[in-house]
């Protein structure tokens, strides 16, 4: 049984660019979470997706935006780079009766230069 | 934005020794939980408590939910080198499903 998987593993892009990160849940979860965790910090949440609707969103900018796929997998999509945006990008899926109880992908590490 | 206050920030204790660590918020949480993220990895989960004064056990690892729902501990009992990585408490905001997780413990084991 495969757990979270995201794509791609690392990313580089300039700033003003635009990126697309994916991400497919555990088997049997249908909620996926967006976090974004910079270097030496903890993660922090992003928005989070359950029946391909934004359900709950953190603090950031509507450059971040995402979507949920029938299938349950989503993409997270930043829009007009920044350095600042620099990070290990983590998606996290949960159980339907769960939803604190998080899985997490390995992550996508994204460079603006 | 907001993050949990954790102690100690990092920690550096030989092989077999006990470890504990703690977590402090301003704000009131209904659930904790503590994971444990290894270098190029997500964070794993490890303990997850419901109730104000729970005490739970996973192996060797033990989390308390604090008397006034502001704070965690989390002690793991003699350390191996494979406990090596870095701790997170996270709370989940009442009535929503948005973990806000600390500022991490980094732990080192020396044999």
């Known amino acids: 049984d495969a757990g979270v998987t995201q794509s791609p593993t690392h990313l580089i892009k300039t700033r003003g660019q635009q990126v697309t990160l994916r991400c497919s849940p555990k088997s049997g979860h249908d909620t996926v979470s967006w976090y974004q965790q910079a270097l030496g910090q903890g993660p922090q949440f992003i928005f989070q997706?359950?029946?391909?609707?934004?359900?709950q969103r953190g603090n950031f900018p509507d450059r971040f935006s995402g979507h949920q796929f029938p299938n349950y997998s989503s993409e997270l999509n930043v829009n007009a780079l920044l350095l600042g945006d620099s990070a290990l990008y983590l998606c996290?899926?949960?159980?339907?009766?769960?939803?604190?109880?998080?899985?997490f992908g390995s992550g996508t590490q994204l460079s603006v230069l | 934005g907001q993050q949990l206050n954790q102690s100690p920030q990092s920690m550096f204790i030989q092989e077999g020794e006990d470890v504990s660590m703690n977590c402090t918020s301003s704000?009131?949480?209904?659930?904790w939980l503590w994971y444990k993220q290894d270098p190029g990895e997500g964070p794993v989960l490890l303990i997850a408590l419901y109730k104000a004064g729970e005490l739970t056990s996973n192996g060797r690892l033990t989390a308390q939910f604090g008397i006034t729902r502001k704070d965690s501990f989390l002690n793991i009992s003699a350390s191996i080198p494979s406990d090596v990585g870095i701790y997170f408490c996270?709370?989940?905001?009442?009535?929503?499903?948005?973990?806000?997780f600390g500022t991490g413990t980094r732990l080192q084991v020396f044999p």
């Open positions: 704000s009131i949480f209904n659930t």
């Open positions: 997706y359950y029946e391909e609707e934004e359900r």
């Open positions: 996270a709370g989940a905001i009442v009535n929503t499903d948005k973990l806000i």
């Open positions: 996290a899926s949960s159980l339907p009766d769960s939803n604190e109880k998080l899985f």
